[in-house]
T-cell receptor, first 115, second 114 residues
Framework: NAGVTQTPKFQVLKTGQSMTLQCAQDMNHEYMSWYRQDPGMGLRLIHYSVGAGITDQGEVPNGYNVSRSTTEDFPLRLLSAAPSQTSVYFC??????????????FGPGTRLTVL | AQSVSQHNHHVILSEAASLELGCNYSYGGTVNLFWYVQYPGQHLQLLLKYFSGDPLVKGIKGFEAEFIKSKFSFNLRKPSVQWSDTAEYFCAVKGLEYGNKLVFGAGTILRVKS
């Protein structure tokens, strides 16, 4: 298994540009989520999905959209990039959406800089 | 709402020193507790987890953590650190009534001097 994969690894955008961060997992996990990591703030949940066709907002959803058309893929879209979205983005997945006894597996991250 | 506090943002230790990283959470219901580690340039990896049972949990690389329910704490310990333990450590809590959403602490950067 490749686990959780993310592309690209690095990205530089100009303010106002849009882009999509890709995330895929091959573990047949129902639950997928996106976090952003900022110094001194830990990881904060942006959006999450408990299964194909179902998404919901996390702690910091503004400026981001998600969709979940398949179990495997969970892309994160930045609609109009802003410097405040400069961060490292992690995608994660886990088996059960119902809060059961399982851990989340993380991808390698995407380092995004918005100029 | 849940929140997680990690007491120290930066810790510097010499090799062979003992380590204890504090973690407290604010949620009063049933919780699952995790410690993740992020080595320089790498993604998060699970160190250990507590779901139920023995409150002293042993993880990989000689780490352990103790769940003290009365103190809402889940401190991470290692008797003797190595230079290779240099990393950032994150405590995370999942309240079962909040579904599968993990709430992370701000992280503690550990630097071990050789």
């Amino acid at each position: 298994n490749a686990g959780v994969t993310q592309t690209p690894k690095f990205q530089v955008l100009k303010t106002g540009q849009s882009m999509t961060l890709q995330c895929a997992q091959d573990m047949n996990h129902e639950y997928m989520s996106w976090y952003r990591q900022d110094p001194g703030m830990g990881l904060r949940l942006i959006h999450y999905s408990v299964g194909a066709g179902i998404t919901d907002q996390g702690e910091v959803p503004n400026g981001y959209n998600v969709s979940r058309s398949t179990t495997e893929d969970f892309p994160l879209r930045l609609l109009s990039a802003a410097p405040s979205q400069t961060s490292v983005y992690f995608c994660a997945s886990s088996y059960s959406p119902s809060g059961g006894y399982n851990e989340q597996f993380f991808g390698p991250g995407t380092r995004l800089t918005v100029l | 709402a849940q929140s997680v506090s990690q007491h120290n943002h930066h810790v510097i230790l010499s090799e062979a020193a003992s380590l204890e990283l504090g973690c407290n959470y604010s949620y009063g219901g049933t919780v699952n507790l995790f410690w993740y580690v992020q080595y320089p340039g790498q993604h998060l990896q699970l160190l250990l987890k507590y779901f139920s049972g023995d409150p002293l949990v042993k993880g990989i690389k000689g780490f352990e953590a103790e769940f003290i329910k009365s103190k809402f704490s889940f401190n991470l310990r290692k008797p003797s650190v190595q230079w290779s333990d240099t990393a950032e450590y994150f405590c995370a809590v999942k309240g079962l009534e909040y579904g599968n959403k993990l709430v992370f602490g701000a992280g503690t950067i550990l630097r071990v001097k050789s």
